[in-house]
């Protein structure tokens, strides 16, 4: 896909979003645990908050922008808001702690109602996307406007899903492992009714995205945290929030480097259709 250099951002009919096929889930599963292991390594290298802040900020100005979707700052935006969004999350969950619970990290309420609170927020989103555009589908993503949109429903679903995470993980002690397996599981129910037909495209491509998040950060819990860290849910292996986020990171850049050199995700210029294979969340179809 080529473009001009007189391309205008509110004017260009190319999409701003990845085409929605394999490789888009996997690499949103790897950056949603890059995420929560950079989270988890903040309290031991604080440092690292500023640095990743000033990328974040610069990644997400040049994703506004930019006449086209592009691979390196879209990915690292969608890196970005990884992280901080299970900042946020926990942040509100830790406060709700010490003031509902007395500080007990494990107790139901506090992070219920941060779950609750955040799919309500993801929900007002929606809504008031639909409201102003007519459309909540991905698929025709061309302007500045549809993209704050988008990007203010990915916020609220990263902090749903880190939420979602830690309540299935801590206070009904699913454990690491155990949530790993059962988002895994869930995440296929979006796409098997949305192929039978029970299910429409939005719903089903905004459903499997909320469990990426919860999907990818009970792995790399699964993987840094210790053995005993969620009580009788069971708790990981204990390798450490540092080298599961360096380990995240070598196979986040390995990934980015190959969308940026073969292009599988770059789409045609959106023509302001659905496109005929829109149906599939799995097969090349528009973002």
């Known amino acids: 896909m080529t473009t001009t250099g007189k391309a205008r951002d509110d004017d260009t009919p190319y999409a701003k979003v990845p085409a929605i096929a394999a490789i888009f889930w996997i690499v949103k599963v790897i950056t949603t645990a890059l995420g929560e292991a950079v989270s988890d390594s903040f309290a031991s290298v604080p440092y690292l908050i500023p640095v990743i802040l000033v990328v974040f900020v610069v990644a997400f100005r040049r994703q506004l922008?930019?006449?086209?979707?592009?691979?390196?700052?879209?990915?690292?935006?969608?890196?970005?808001?990884?992280?901080?969004?299970?900042?946020?999350?926990?942040?509100?969950?830790?406060?709700?702690?010490?003031?509902?619970?007395?500080?007990?990290?494990?107790?139901?309420?506090?992070?219920?109602?941060?779950?609750?609170?955040?799919?309500?927020?993801?929900?007002?989103?929606?809504?008031?996307?639909?409201?102003?555009?007519?459309?909540?589908?991905?698929?025709?993503?061309?302007?500045?406007?549809?993209?704050?949109?988008?990007?203010?429903?990915?916020?609220?679903?990263?902090?749903?899903?880190?939420?979602?995470?830690?309540?299935?993980?801590?206070?009904?002690?699913?454990?690491?492992?155990?949530?790993?397996?059962?988002?895994?599981?869930?995440?296929?129910?979006?796409?098997?009714?949305?192929?039978?037909?029970?299910?429409?495209?939005?719903?089903?491509?905004?459903?499997?995205?909320?469990?990426?998040?919860?999907?990818?950060?009970?792995?790399?819990?699964?993987?840094?945290?210790?053995?005993h860290d969620t009580g009788t849910g069971g708790g990981g292996v204990d390798l450490g929030a540092g080298p599961v986020a360096l380990g995240g990171f070598i196979l986040f850049v390995a990934l980015i480097a190959y969308l940026v050199i073969k292009r599988p995700d770059v789409q045609e210029p959106f023509e302001g259709t659905e496109p005929a294979s829109a149906s599939s969340l799995t097969g090349t179809t528009r973002g």
């Open 65 to 227: 922008r930019s006449p086209h979707y592009q691979a390196i700052p879209y990915w690292t935006t969608v890196a970005g808001i990884a992280v901080f969004g299970t900042a946020a999350a926990d942040l509100v969950t830790v406060l709700l702690a010490y003031l509902i619970s007395g500080g007990d990290f494990q107790a139901l309420l506090p992070v219920l109602l941060v779950t609750l609170g955040y799919a309500a927020a993801t929900a007002l989103v929606l809504r008031r996307w639909y409201r102003s555009e007519g459309t909540l589908s991905v698929h025709s993503i061309t302007t500045r406007r549809r993209q704050k949109f988008y990007w203010w429903t990915v916020t609220c679903t990263f902090a749903m899903g880190t939420a979602l995470g830690d309540l299935t993980a801590g206070p009904l002690h699913v454990g690491f492992l155990g949530s790993s397996v059962l988002f895994g599981v869930a995440i296929l129910v979006p796409w098997i009714l949305h192929r039978r037909g029970y299910l429409n495209s939005i719903a089903a491509f905004w459903s499997a995205y909320v469990l990426t998040r919860p999907l990818g950060a009970s792995v790399a819990d699964w993987l840094d945290k210790p053995v």
